[in-house]
Nanobody, 125 residues
Framework: HVQLVESGGGSVQAGGSLRLSCTAS????????VGWYRQVPDFECEWIPT???????SYADFVKGRFTISQDKAKNTMYLQMSSLKPEDTAVYYC????????????????????WGQGTQVTVS
């Protein structure tokens, strides 16, 4: 079955960088748009960037210039390069393909075509 698995989370000091990975199974990035989301406790799921099936990208304003989304089709993996990290970037980060708007809780979508990873924690101190 279709599966997305995130990795690369961890702890980093403010101003530092991390690269998250999202590896897909039974799914290729030509199939549909894929994006990154994050969830801070007591806040709703937040969209970060999307890479479309044609390779075009779009970003939320608050990460423009700091985060970069990319993909390696040969590895069937998508990346989120994060730099100039701030304490407010602390969250659980998810990759997903979900045609609907971000749900209140990342990973809990009612759309029948949605697939979410399990999330990876990023802590910035």
């Amino acid at each position: 079955h279709v599966q997305l698995v995130e990795s690369g989370g961890g702890s980093v000091q403010a101003g530092g960088s991390l690269r998250l990975s999202c590896t897909a199974s039974e799914f290729t990035f030509e199939d549909s748009d894929v994006g990154w989301y994050r969830q801070v406790p007591d806040f709703e799921c937040e969209w970060i960037p999307t890479i479309a099936s044609d390779g075009s990208t779009s970003y939320a304003d608050f990460v423009k210039g700091r985060f970069t989304i990319s993909q390696d089709k040969a590895k069937n993996t998508m990346y989120l390069q994060m730099s100039s990290l701030k304490p407010e970037d602390t969250a659980v980060y998810y990759c997903a393909t979900d045609p609907s708007a971000p749900p209140p809780l990342c990973g809990v979508s009612s759309h029948p075509l949605a697939v979410w990873g399990q999330g990876t924690q990023v802590t910035v101190s």
